[in-house]
Structure formats: structure tokens, C-alpha cells
């Protein structure tokens, strides 16, 4: 019989010959963003259908390293993995209203006793159930339950790959409070160990206030990372900590405000009386081609939020006939009278559209078209076919610019970001809809407070490659690579001592923790170099008979421009 423990055999090098790599040199042409085309191109993930995503091994490898991150920086904080379920049924959600409210981002699903159920889009509901079958006492809590499971939103517009999907993996922590008090304790603990997470990841992000939306409930702030091809636009301030979602920042405002909102009315179909319109309440004639996407105020202020295939295609306004005669301002012109960071003028969630108000006559860019009248020029971002502005979230910028200025004396500055957690005190919203109590001290039924603390897992791959990536592919921070360094063999066939060189470097990399691919799948230098170049690995070490001869390997970072050529002992000193 064989002895107990048995003995582990020594796990085979990481051989790239024997993993399923499949890069590609095309750039796929449907792919609009940076990290969508280098994701495909790397192979990383594939579609299925819209918003609908299979990882790969490669991508597989990369989302589990920020999963591991989360999850090791929320079991540092003190919070508890479990895991709900993904399918919830429709009982539990009328309990808190949002069978009706949540809207159609919830996917609705029959079994086949006709029963109904909904795919999770986030697990208020589940966990609350949970937490009133199993918390009877204050002195259970506080507590703070998370798990790491997919969900589902049916999306209106899927797009830019697993950044903004339907299906897609977060992380989302609950936690629960006997006091408001230790609510907000522990509400500045997650916020922390968020800035940890984000800093282990190796990415810029930046916290900010937010708006708490469809969730509810009191304090909310946001982590953004930041990166002009996100679809937020943040506001920071260079003379303190202030920065806020331009949503919030935009309610926090003193002073006139864009129309109210009860006077904004939406005209959304697209046709040539829409047109019309707004052409009407601009003064100014547009063109009968345009299809347009209109918000108007009745107070004579009209923002018109025009995309038709002119503003698609980027074609300035004065293309448009009858607004040839206005003077067109350029995009550094608009950028520098917002006080914008650079790529300010990106894809704009319209949701969170802004208004600006100024002494131009009309000025027009790809994406936005800006109308006017006597009062000034308006502008706006726009993407057809999504979510459709909140009037209460257009909001004069100029106010949040002017108003905030004062406060710190630091100048206001507008960024874009992409949103990759949100922690939300929720208060008793939840905890009191489900009836969950527990006794208190003195042996009172007390509603339990509320945190929420979400992390978009799958987003932060895109997103960390939106800030890391250059002409010849991905480059990783560390912390999120699929190995930390790759072994390249040239012409192993020629020489069998490069290939024994190279599986020897690979184990004594692997014996020092470094985590390390053995490229052994024979290709020509060129080709191999720029597979490792697109998918981004740190450290490439290359084992040649030259350098083999030489008594050196080939060593190069992936963000450095030359290669360097080390002997062992300076070569294993590069990951010390
Ligand atoms: P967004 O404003 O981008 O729609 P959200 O505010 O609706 O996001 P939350 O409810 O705060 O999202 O969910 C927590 C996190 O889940 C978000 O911060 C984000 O990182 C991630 N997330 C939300 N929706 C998606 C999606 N469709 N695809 C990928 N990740 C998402
Ligand atoms: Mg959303
Ligand atoms: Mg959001
Ligand atoms: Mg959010």
C-alpha cells in the first residue's frame, strides 16, 4: 500500500506548445476600443453573442490574477466569501420592489412549473434572505459577506467587449451593522481596501463621489479608472481631494442649472420632424439626412443631441447644410474652454450628458454636435441607441467649473473614467423591506444597516489594458499578467543544449516564484517575440546557441525598448 502523504510529483514546465495560445495579426474590425481589439487579437476572450463572452486560457489566467487580488485584499479586510446563487426567484425580489423597478436589465426567466425567476444583475435581495435566516443576535455583527460570482444585465447596448458586457464576473461584498456609525466604519475600511486592490493591480484610478442610482440609498462613491476612452467623466480638483462623478458633482452644484427638469422633454425618434424641431428651437436649419436624438428644454435652451451618420463619421458640422456658414470650433478650442484633460471629448454615455453653456456660436466634433442660439452654444455627447439622458442628470458644467473652484482654491478639471467599483452605504432600505432584525442589547428587534461594495472583476481586465498597452500589444502590470515572464528557445532542434538551457533557466525561475511560460513551440524568432510582445508578458528571456556560446541569455522588459544581454546570475537578480 502506499504511504501516506504521497509524495507530489514535480508539476511539468508551463510548456506553450502544450497551452492553447491563438493570436491573431488582424485587427478586428468590430472591435471600437483599444482593449477590445487587443483582447481579440491576443485571444484572450471570444463572443458568443452580444455581451456574451468565453475566456479563453489566456484571458482565463489574467481575470483569475485580479480575482485573486480582490479576493485576498477582502479576506485581509475581514470580510466572509460565501456564494449565492445567480438564479433568484421573483418572490424575493417583489419583497424589495425591484421585480417591477430594476427595469429590463433584468434578464426574466420560467421554469417549467412557470415559475419565475431573474438571472442576479446584483444580490441585495439574496443576501439580505441569507442574512435573516442566519443573524438573530448583535452579536453576529458586524458582518461583511462577499462572493465572486457572474452576473447577468441585459445590457441595452453591449459594447467594447467584456467592459461593458451582459454577462460578466464581480465581485460583491454586503456587510451588516447594528449602528449607522459602524456602517460608516466599515464603509471607510472596504474604501481602503479598494485603493489596496487597485493599487496591487498596478492601475491609475482615482475615488470619487457618485450618485448612488438604482441601487439606493445615502453615502456612494465610485473607483474609476482612469483612461480616455472611458464612458464617465469625472471632476477633480488640483487643490484637494474633491472629485466627484460629473453626475454628482453636477447635483452638488450652486446656482442655474440646466432646464429643469419637468421642462426637458425627449424626442427620440428619429425622424425628419425631430429634425425639425430642434431646428426649430435652435434657429438654425439642419440637415434632412440627420437622424437625431433630441433633448429639449422649453425654455428656449435647446440641447440637441444630433447623431446622425454625419456625427458618426466624424464629419464636422459645417458638412451639414445650412450650418456651413458657422464658424466651427476646433477640438482644443472646446477642450481648453471646459477645462478638459485631453480625450475629454470621447464616447459619452448619454445618460450622463452635459451641457455647456458659452459665448461660441456653434462648434461641432466627431461624436457631438453642438447647437446654438442667441444664448450660447450647447453641447453634448451622444451614442445612438443607448440608455437615453436622465433629465436630472443634464447639468451646466460651467456651474460645477465655477461653483467648486472657490471652495479649495484648486482649479476644477474634468477626466474621463471607467468605473471599476462602487461601494454604497445603503442604510436600512433593504434590511427593512425584507423584515430582517436581529435583538439588540437590551434584547430590542432592531433593522440591521447596510453596506454594498461591488468590483467589476472582468471590466478591469479591459480596463487595465486601456492604460497599458502600445503599438505591439498589451503590457501588463505584474500583478495581472498571465505569467510574469516567458523562456523563448530558438531553434531548440538545431541544438539540444538550448533547449535543456532553457527548461533548466524555466525551473530555477519557477523554483524562485517567478512565474514563467516556456515558449518551446518552435516558431521563428519574429513571429514568437510578437505573440509574447501582443500578450503582453513583463519578462522576456531569450535562450539562443549565441548566447548559450557567450555564457549570456537575452533579457528584455516589456516596456523597455532594447534588450539587454545578462548572465545568469544578473538575470535572476532582475526579479529579486
Ligand atoms: P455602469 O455605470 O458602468 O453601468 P453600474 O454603476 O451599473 O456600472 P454597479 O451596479 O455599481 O455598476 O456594479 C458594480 C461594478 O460592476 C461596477 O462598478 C462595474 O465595475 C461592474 N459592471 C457593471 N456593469 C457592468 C457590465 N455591464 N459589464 C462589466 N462590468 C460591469
Ligand atoms: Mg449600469
Ligand atoms: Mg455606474
Ligand atoms: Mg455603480
Redesign the pocket.
Known amino acids: 500500500m502506499a504511504k501516506w502523504p504521497l509524495p507530489y510529483p514535480e508539476s511539468p514546465p508551463m510548456r506553450l506548445s502544450q497551452f492553447h495560445l491563438h493570436t491573431s495579426k488582424e485587427t478586428p474590425a468590430e472591435a471600437e476600443i483599444v482593449s477590445h481589439k487587443l483582447m481579440l487579437k491576443a485571444g484572450m476572450i471570444r463572443k458568443l453573442a452580444a ?1 456574451l463572452y468565453t475566456w479563453s486560457p489566456l484571458g482565463l489566467r489574467v481575470l483569475r490574477k485580479v480575482e485573486t487580488v480582490v479576493r485576498e485584499e477582502m479576506d485581509r479586510a475581514g470580510a466572509i466569501e460565501l456564494q449565492l446563487p445567480t438564479i433568484q426567484p421573483k418572490e424575493l425580489w417583489e419583497e424589495s420592489g425591484r421585480w417591477q423597478k430594476f427595469g429590463d436589465q433584468l434578464l426574466k426567466i420560467r421554469d417549467r412549473k412557470e415559475a419565475e425567476y431573474c438571472y442576479s444583475p ?1 444580490a441585495e435581495e439574496a443576501i439580505t434572505d441569507f442574512a435573516r435566516q442566519e443573524l438573530s443576535s448583535y452579536k453576529q455583527l458586524p458582518v461583511n459577506f462577499y462572493q465572486v460570482q457572474t ?1 447577468f ?1 441585459d ?1 441595452i447596448r ?1 459594447r467594447f467587449g ?5 454577462e ?1 464576473l ?1 465581485k ?1 461584498a454586503y456587510s451588516f451593522h447594528l449602528t449607522d456609525e459602524d456602517l460608516a466604519r466599515e464603509y471607510r475600511n472596504m474604501h481602503a481596501a479598494y485603493s489596496r486592490i487597485f493599487t496591487r493591480l498596478g492601475l491609475r484610478f482615482r475615488a470619487v463621489q457618485a450618485d448612488s ?3 439606493g440609498g445615502d453615502a456612494s462613491q ?2 474609476h479608472v482612469l483612461a480616455d476612452s472611458g ?2 467623466a469625472i471632476a477633480f480638483s488640483t487643490g484637494s481631494d474633491y472629485a466627484a462623478n460629473v453626475e454628482a458633482a453636477a447635483a452638488a452644484a450652486p446656482g442655474p442649472r440646466s432646464a429643469p427638469a419637468e421642462t426637458l422633454r425627449k424626442v427620440e425618434t428619429p425622424t425628419q420632424r425631430t429634425c425639425e424641431d430642434v431646428a426649430a428651437l435652435l434657429g438654425i436649419p439642419l440637415a434632412r439626412t440627420v437622424k437625431s436624438v433630441a433633448l429639449m428644454a422649453e425654455d428656449g435652451f435647446v440641447l440637441a443631441l444630433v447623431r446622425g451618420d454625419h456625427a458618426v463619421n466624424g464629419i464636422k458640422l459645417g458638412k451639414v447644410p445650412g450650418l456651413a456658414g458657422h464658424r466651427l470650433a476646433g477640438e482644443a478650442e472646446i477642450l481648453e474652454h471646459l477645462g478638459c484633460e485631453p480625450g475629454f471629448l470621447g464616447p459619452l454615455n448619454p445618460r450622463k450628458a452635459v451641457r455647456i453653456v458659452a459665448d461660441r456660436e456653434v462648434a461641432a466634433m466627431a461624436d457631438f454636435v453642438v447647437g446654438a442660439n442667441e444664448a450660447g452654444f450647447h453641447l453634448a455627447g451622444v451614442n445612438w441607441g443607448r440608455d437615453l439622458p436622465e433629465p436630472d442628470v443634464v447639468a451646466d458644467i460651467r456651474n460645477v467649473v465655477e461653483g467648486d473652484r472657490a471652495e479649495d482654491g484648486g482649479e476644477l478639471r474634468l477626466a474621463r473614467g471607467i ?4 461601494v454604497f452605504q445603503l442604510g436600512r432600505k433593504y434590511s427593512q423591506a425584507l423584515g430582517f432584525t436581529v435583538l439588540d442589547e437590551n434584547g430590542k428587534a432592531t433593522v440591521p444597516a447596510m453596506g454594498c461594495y ?3 472583476i ?3 481586465v479591459a480596463a487595465a489594458i486601456e492604460q497599458n498597452h502600445d503599438d505591439a500589444g498589451i503590457v501588463w502590470p505584474e500583478a495581472m499578467a498571465p505569467w510574469r515572464a516567458v523562456v523563448c528557445v530558438i531553434n531548440p532542434k538545431n541544438d539540444p543544449t538550448v533547449a535543456e538551457a532553457a527548461e533548466a533557466l524555466y525551473r530555477e525561475l519557477a523554483a524562485a516564484g517567478v512565474e514563467t511560460a516556456l515558449d518551446d513551440r518552435g516558431l521563428r524568432p519574429g513571429a514568437m517575440f510578437a505573440d509574447i510582445e501582443l500578450i503582453g508578458i513583463p519578462h522576456r528571456i531569450v535562450v539562443s546557441e549565441r548566447g548559450l556560446a557567450a555564457g549570456t541569455f537575452e533579457y528584455r522588459h516589456r516596456r523597455a525598448g532594447e534588450s539587454e544581454n545578462l548572465d545568469r546570475a544578473a538575470l535572476l537578480a532582475r526579479f529579486g
Do not use: L, Q
Request: proline share 3%; charged share 35%; hydrophobic share 35%.
Open positions: 455581451g446584483t452576473k444585465r445590457e453591449p467584456v467592459m461593458r458586457a451582459r460578466f464581480m460583491d442610482g438604482a441601487i465610485e473607483f464612458e464617465d468605473e471599476v467599483g462602487h461591488g468590483i467589476g472582468s471590466r478591469i
